[in-house]
């Protein structure tokens, strides 16, 4: 990983993002891992398909200087399979309840820290 120096005001941010980040990853891939077993997958290849595809993702970004929805952009083609998930993805909220969850544990971690 990285070392980011960020103000001290900002430490329950980074809690509520990179702190508690990686059982929000754990959910999504659990989810991906779900949603193959219901379309036929084994759960051991589910599984496996779903972390080497967040790990794929994030490497391709992480080794890039492109914004991340730029790269979303140049994997979705018009009328695709990949622009009909996304779709789906966006209805179904995914991307405010990550900004939430984010938000609820910065909060929690600004509660935690003031009752020291």
């Known amino acids: ?5 960020v103000a001290e005001d900002l430490m329950d941010a980074v809690t509520g993002l990179s702190g508690s980040g990686p059982a929000y990853i754990f959910v999504i891939i659990e989810a ?5 077993v219901n379309m036929g997958l084994s759960r051991d290849i589910a599984l496996k398909l779903s972390a080497q595809t967040l ?17 979303k952009d140049m994997v979705a083609s018009p009328g695709g399979t990949t622009i009909a998930g996304l779709k ?10 990550l ?12 509660e935690l820290g003031s009752s020291k």
């Open 1 to 5: 990983g990285i070392t980011v120096i």
């Open 88 to 97: 789906a993805i966006e209805e179904g909220g995914l991307r405010a309840t």
């Open 99 to 110: 900004i939430a969850a984010v938000e609820a544990a910065t909060l929690r971690s600004k």
């Open 32 to 36: 991906l891992s779900d949603a193959g």
């Open 55 to 71: 790990f794929g993702a994030a490497k391709l970004y992480l080794d890039g200087d492109k914004h991340p929805a730029e790269l």
